[in-house]
């Protein structure tokens, strides 16, 4: 029904950039908050960052704040993370992941398989 589907990850070195972007597809009506978690190795599945459905409101985890941005654009479905600073404890499978409202008028929360983000020298 809906699909996420992230691309843009790989390996960086420290203090390197990335951008992440998440395509949503399918019976989407409204496409709601949105957001990215990520999974270290051997660790559990953390929160990044969320943006509201219009884009005006943004939460960051403490250790992301001042390095990455998420942004979205209504029109494609589209969903970014720009990644700066880079640090190799950044490293982990990063998901995206959506609140979307489907033609039948559910309400689902979809993620995608992953990207995988490696920094390291």
């Known amino acids: 029904q809906v699909q996420l589907v992230e691309s843009g990850g790989g390996l960086v070195q420290p203090g390197g950039s990335l951008r992440l972007s998440c395509a949503a597809s399918g019976s989407i009506v409204t496409l709601n908050a949105v957001g990215w978690h990520r999974q270290a190795p051997g660790k559990q599945r953390e929160s990044v960052a969320g943006?509201?459905?219009?884009?005006?409101?943004?939460n960051y985890a403490a250790f992301v704040k001042g390095r990455f941005t998420i942004s979205r654009d209504n029109a494609k479905n589209m969903v970014y993370l720009q990644m700066n600073s880079l640090k190799p404890e950044d490293t982990a499978v990063y998901y995206c992941?959506?609140?979307?409202?489907?033609?039948?008028?559910?309400?689902?929360?979809?993620w995608g398989q992953g990207t995988p983000v490696t920094v390291s020298s």
């Open positions: 943006i509201s459905s219009g884009g005006s409101r943004r």
């Open positions: 992941t959506a609140d979307v409202t489907i033609a039948t008028g559910k309400d689902l929360e979809v």
